[in-house]
Nanobody, 115 residues
């Protein structure tokens, strides 16, 4: 099982980034996919979740209207489009795959929002 995040980097406040998470080693279309983030000195928090079919999504309140989660089951990839980024969005962003008792994590990608 492998989850590989990409797309992080340094962006100015108000800017945008698109994160990707490429999955392999399991039946991607059967799994709920989520993005989490962890800022220095803080606990890991849920950013957004998307159901297996992609028809249902959920977001943390502070991300609603700014972030969009999507998935392409044909490409085994989940995305996180992040707009209107703020310095407080600075964190390591992790991809998670969950189904029943199974839960897999990626290694994370750093997002830094700074002028």
């Amino acid at each position: 099982v492998q989850l590989v995040e990409s797309g992080g980097g340094l962006v100015q406040p108000g800017g945008s980034l698109r994160l990707s998470c490429a999955a392999s080693g399991f039946t991607f279309s059967n799994y709920v996919m989520s993005w989490y983030r962890q800022a220095p000195g803080k606990e890991r928090e849920l950013v957004a979740t998307i159901r297996s079919t992609g028809r249902s999504t959920a977001y943390a309140d502070s991300m609603k209207g700014r972030f969009t989660i999507s998935r392409d089951n044909a490409k085994n990839t989940v995305y996180l489009q992040m707009n209107s980024l703020k310095p407080e969005d600075t964190a390591v962003y992790y991809c998670n795959a969950g189904s029943g008792s199974y839960s897999y994590w990626g290694q994370g990608t750093q997002v830094t929002v700074s002028s």
